[in-house]
């Protein structure tokens, strides 16, 4: 199973995993009941998670709505730290996630558009350096494994931190390395490469740890959340999260 899912999303573009995997992955989800690990996005309860990952990383994927450890986190952190489930917002989620859409399209206190260049998910067809809304238009903006993938990371927080009203606010997740700094160079254009060098073949750069620095030159107030370590081994256990998953939160600037 392992070597299958890491083929997979190796090699297929992510636009066709999006439409067809989960169908294939809740069939799977039959042969993973029990009540060892649960989803707090979609609530169901398995023995265990899915592997996932190029490296595949145990007790990862949900089968039912293709949650991942950080998907997981993102959602108890908009539980727990946030009013994203009470308050009226007005919500841009760019890329969105196929296990937060429905979720999120659920929630009545939301006006949610979804936004993306590529993704069939998406209801709105958008290029992250150029974001089709005026000025101040959103209360929140997710945005979650998007930068490593685009031309110019500043120009499309620019645009983030345009599109954020006065008291906005988002989460832009990316993979981020134990590097003093971001590697990127943009004479590299041969797909094996870019994943020598970046981590996969469709990254541009490779961040350090001056991701939240560097993403603070584009204006947004970038700060990073260690809401995974106020949590205990029990909650963590349970939801099967990331140990060391920092939350990139935003602020308009």
Excluded at 93 to 105: G, K, Q, R, T, V
Excluded at 197 to 215: C, E, I, M, P
Excluded at 217 to 225: D, F, M, P, T
Aim: with cysteine.
């Amino acid at each position: 199973m392992k070597s299958i899912i890491s083929f997979v999303i190796r090699y297929i573009p992510r636009k066709y995993l999006q439409l067809v995997s989960h169908f294939f992955l809740r069939v799977l989800a039959i042969f993973y009941q029990g009540n060892k690990v649960t989803c707090n996005v979609c609530g169901s309860h398995f023995r265990k998670f899915l592997p996932y990952g190029r490296k595949a990383r145990e007790n990862a994927l949900c089968p039912n709505c293709l949650a991942l450890e950080r998907h997981r986190l993102m959602w108890l952190f908009l539980q727990k730290e946030t009013q994203f489930f009470n308050k009226p917002l007005k919500v841009l989620h760019i890329a969105p996630e196929l296990c937060f859409i429905d979720s999120m399209n659920k929630l009545p206190n939301l006006e949610y558009i979804t936004g993306d260049i590529e993704s069939p998910l998406a209801k709105v067809k958008m290029d992250v350096h150029q974001i089709p809304f005026e000025a101040n238009t959103f209360d929140v903006v997710f945005c979650n494994h998007v930068m490593e993938h685009v031309e110019d990371d500043i120009l499309a927080c620019q645009e983030i931190n345009r599109v954020l009203k006065n008291t906005g606010w988002g989460i832009i997740q990316s993979p981020v390395y134990d590097l003093p700094s971001t590697i990127e160079d943009k004479s590299i254009t041969d797909p094996a490469m870019r994943e020598k060098l970046f981590g996969q073949r469709d990254h541009v750069r490779k961040y350090g740890n001056d991701y939240a620095s560097r993403l603070s030159q584009s204006g947004l107030k970038v700060s990073e959340n260690h809401f995974v370590k106020s949590l205990s081994k029990e909650v963590v256990s349970k939801y099967a999260l990331p140990k060391d998953e920092v939350i990139f939160f935003c602020e308009k600037g």
